[in-house]
């Protein structure tokens, strides 16, 4: 099949998946975040068995994946597939504040090791690593968790999106980058968003 006629399928499969106004709200809350499907479910006010049946078309096109949690491996996770996002627009969100949570990893003591072999010509600038307090929550739009899931602190009022990620901890170089790649698409993804709202 022509790359190009098999390119039109494609996204033609995906337009019509996302033609049913429930499917396109539950592309719309994975945009930014995964969430399992009962998380979904509560999100949107949608019986499960629904959701189910909208995940089992949104599959079937190509727009989500699932991964087990990390933490526990036993909960779910769905996330939208990479390269389905251009195709998309972004959803309306109106942040400012982002703040980043992760319970479960530790920066390394010495960022030459394996960590920092990974980003290799990606460094950036580092914000301290410091617990969560109630201050910098408040002071917050939204609260990023990565790979915490249901370890993290809630703080009524604010929009939580959660990242379920690989703990690099103990993994070789090619792992950690795919981990480092995957966080930098997801921040690059939710600052376009994030300005795109303003």
């Not at 390119?7 to 033609?12: C, F, G, K, Q």
């Not at 396109?24 to 499960?48: F, K, N, Y």
């Not at 990390?70 to 909960?75: K, L, N, V, Y």
Request: net charge positive; proline share 5%; with cysteine.
């Amino acid at each position: 099949m022509d790359a190009e006629v098999a390119s039109v399928e494609v996204r033609a499969r995906v337009h019509a998946a996302l033609g049913d106004p429930a499917r396109l709200a539950i592309v719309d809350a994975l945009r930014v975040g995964d969430a399992s499907p009962g998380e979904i479910a509560e999100q949107l006010g949608m019986a499960t068995n629904l959701v189910a049946h909208h995940l089992k078309v949104l599959d079937g096109a190509g727009l989500v994946a699932r991964t087990r949690s990390e933490g526990d491996r036993r909960r779910t996770y769905l996330r939208l597939r990479p390269d389905t996002l251009a195709l998309l627009g972004p959803p309306h969100l109106t942040s400012d504040r982002v703040v980043f949570v992760c319970t479960r990893t530790r920066r390394p003591d010495q960022p030459g090791r394996r960590g920092g072999d990974a980003r290799g010509r990606h460094r950036h600038h580092r914000a301290d690593a410091r617990k969560l307090d109630h201050a910098t929550a408040e002071s917050s739009d939204v609260l990023v968790s990565m790979g915490c899931g249901d370890a993290c602190p809630v703080f009524p009022g604010k929009r939580y999106l959660d990242w379920d990620l690989d703990d690099p901890a103990g993994q070789g170089i090619d792992a950690v980058r795919r981990i480092r790649d995957d966080i930098r698409g997801r921040v690059e993804t939710l600052v376009s968003e994030l300005s795109a709202a303003r």
